[in-house]
């Protein structure tokens, strides 16, 4: 069985991130979606919060896709979860710089475990969650960028602030 591990922080799920678990999931047959616990990035929500939302988007997908936190280094939670396939979307030059060197550093650490890069649709190539964040802080429009599910939690949080 192929199993792929797409992590991130998810903070929160974008339409890119969903375009690239459309996408990993024709590579692999079950896709683990490992939401990074990082405090130092300040997010918006919650781990448990930005699990809970990954799994209601990835629900109508029917597909093999588990969810769930991980506080671990990256290449010991791929292993913990058997993967074969690290999963990486990339938006634009910039991201390649630093998806280049980690992966330099996972395959010093584990070389059975390939990393696949998978370009971002077009369509959302400028989508960061960081940005969407800011937008909705600002009281911009972000339904073209996140569901209309997350767009309703992202607005509920960012008048809680």
Do not use: C, W
């Amino acid at each position: 069985m192929r199993i792929g591990l797409y992590p991130g922080t998810f903070d929160p799920v974008t339409n890119g991130h969903m375009d690239i678990i459309g996408r990993a999931m024709k590579l692999v047959d079950r896709l683990v979606i490992g939401v990074a616990l990082n405090d130092d990035k300040g997010p918006l929500f919650t781990t448990a919060e930005r699990v809970e939302m990954l799994r209601a988007e990835v629900a109508p997908l029917k597909a093999d896709i588990v969810v769930e936190p991980f506080s671990t280094l990256l290449m010991h939670y791929a292993e913990a979860v058997n993967a074969n396939v690290i999963v990486r979307g990339l938006r634009a030059v910039a991201d390649f710089e630093y998806e280049f060197q980690m992966t330099a550093m996972n395959q010093r650490l584990n070389a059975d475990i390939e990393t696949v890069f998978l370009m971002a649709d077009p369509r959302h190539q400028a989508i960061a969650s960081r940005l969407v964040k800011e937008i909705a802080r600002l009281d911009g429009a972000i339904e073209s960028f996140v569901s209309p599910r997350v767009a309703e939690r992202v607005r509920a949080k960012v008048l809680q602030a």
